[in-house]
C-alpha cells in the first residue's frame, strides 16, 4: 500500500491499468476472429487421420482458451472489489462489460487489499491473448456444415464486421457487412443485443442466425438473374 494514498496500487499503476482495459475493445474483437479464422492454426486429432486425412477444427482452440483465461481474470478482480467492499456488480456479462466496470471503479479496485496483484494478472492474460492472435496463418479448410464442431461457429455472438470477416474465410458468398445490414433493416435479421464500445453502439449478433437468414432472402442480384431467366 502506498503511504500517501492508501492504496494497494500507486497512481503509475493505475493508469497503465486503465490504459489496459481501455485495449479491450480492439483485443476482444482480434480474439473473435482469430478463434473462428480458418487460416490460423487448427488441431488435428485423432479423428482425421483415421480418415486419412487432417481435419483441424473450424475455430482456434489456443485462442478460445486464451479468451476464456482473459474473462475469468477479469471477473476474479471484480468479485474480489465486490466481496471485500461489499458492493453490487452493475456491469454486462462478457467480457466488454466486466473490463468497462472495472475501468468505472479502478480506485475501489486500488484500494481493496490484495489488489497489487491486479495490473500484473492482467497484463498477464492480455499477453497470452495477444499471443494467440499473433500466431502464423495456415490453409485450412471450411467447415461442412452438418459437422458436429459447426455448432461451435454458429452459436458465436459476434458484431457484424467479425461475421463478415469470418464468413469471407468460410466461403459464404456475399454476405458482407452491408448485406446483414440490408438483412437488419428489412427485417429478416434481427441483433441479439447491443453494446457500447466508447460512444459507437455495436449490434452483437448471432452467426447461426446471419448465415440462416441470408440463405432464406435471396439477394437483389440473384433475384434478377431468377428474372431474366
Given at each position: ?63 478460445a482458451e486464451a479468451a ?57 492474460a492480455m499477453r497470452r ?61 434481427a441483433p441479439l443485443r ?36
Amino acid at each position: 500500500m502506498t503511504d500517501t494514498d492508501h492504496l494497494f496500487l500507486s497512481r503509475e499503476e493505475i493508469k497503465k491499468l486503465v490504459a489496459l482495459l481501455r485495449e479491450m475493445p480492439e483485443l476482444v474483437e482480434e480474439l473473435a476472429v482469430t478463434i473462428t479464422r480458418q487460416d490460423r492454426i487448427g488441431t488435428p486429432g485423432n479423428a482425421g487421420k483415421n480418415r486419412g486425412e487432417e481435419r483441424p477444427l473450424p475455430f482456434n482452440a489456443t485462442a478460445a482458451e486464451a479468451a476464456d483465461d482473459l474473462h475469468a481474470t477479469l471477473v476474479a478482480w471484480v468479485r474480489h472489489v465486490c466481496e471485500s467492499r461489499r458492493v453490487d456488480y452493475d456491469g454486462r456479462d462478457g467480457t466488454l462489460g466486466v473490463a468497462r466496470w472495472l475501468d468505472r471503479n479502478v480506485i475501489a479496485l486500488a484500494m481493496t487489499d490484495g489488489s497489487g496483484e491486479a495490473l500484473d494478472e492482467i497484463q498477464y492474460a492480455m499477453r497470452r491473448a495477444r499471443w494467440a492472435t499473433d500466431r502464423p496463418a495456415e490453409k485450412i479448410r471450411p467447415p461442412v456444415h452438418d459437422e458436429p464442431e459447426w455448432a461451435l461457429v454458429q452459436d458465436l455472438e459476434l458484431t457484424a464486421a467479425i461475421i463478415a470477416r469470418m464468413c469471407r474465410t468460410l466461403g459464404f458468398d456475399g454476405l458482407s457487412q452491408r448485406r446483414i445490414k440490408t438483412l437488419t433493416t428489412n427485417g429478416a435479421l434481427a441483433p441479439l443485443r447491443t453494446i457500447c464500445v466508447g460512444k459507437k453502439k455495436l449490434a452483437i449478433y448471432r452467426v447461426g442466425d446471419v448465415i440462416t437468414a441470408h440463405g432464406a432472402h435471396a439477394t437483389r442480384q440473384h433475384a434478377d438473374q431468377g428474372r431474366q431467366a
